[in-house]
């Protein structure tokens, strides 16, 4: 990234963000989106692999340069959602969320749905006597 120029046009140095840094903040602004089950661990993890709020990062891939990113998401969404609609959510909540915290431009979000998340109906016990 650039360096931070104050108002006399005086440089202070370099800023460099860490691709970690972007992926957490992308992994978050995609769990905030309405649909979103949890994120995946991608293909190196698997697709039954969902997961906590720990990992933020992961089930996020990003390259940084000087100015700009580019991320890819791998989320498991909760049945019932329009896929579209969530994972549009997801571009859209990510660009602005790293944008306003890093200052990159961020040039693509690849949104990959790795499954849906079905809810167990709770299992109905028999009552032991009668």
């Known amino acids: 990234?650039?360096?931070i120029v104050n108002n006399e046009g005086?440089?202070?140095g370099d800023v460099?963000?860490?691709n970690e840094?972007?992926?957490i903040i992308a992994g978050l602004a995609a769990t905030?989106?309405?649909g979103v089950a949890g994120m995946s661990g991608g293909i190196t993890g698997g697709i039954s692999d969902m997961l906590g709020m720990k990992n933020l990062s992961r089930g996020v891939k990003v390259e940084v340069g000087e100015k700009e990113c580019a991320i890819d998401i791998f989320v498991i969404v909760e049945y019932g959602s329009k896929i579209s609609e969530v994972a549009f959510g997801v571009q859209e909540n990510v660009k602005e969320a790293v944008e306003t915290m890093t200052g990159?431009?961020?040039i693509e979000v690849n949104v990959n749905v790795?499954?849906?998340n079905i809810p167990k109906e709770p299992e109905k016990e028999e009552p032991?006597?009668?």
């Open 16 to 18: 460099k963000i860490a």
């Open 128 to 130: 032991r006597v009668k």
């Open 114 to 116: 790795q499954g849906v």
């Open 104 to 106: 990159l431009k961020v």
């Open 21 to 23: 840094v972007v992926a």
């Open 32 to 34: 905030e989106v309405e």
């Open 1 to 3: 990234m650039a360096g």
């Open 10 to 12: 005086v440089e202070y």
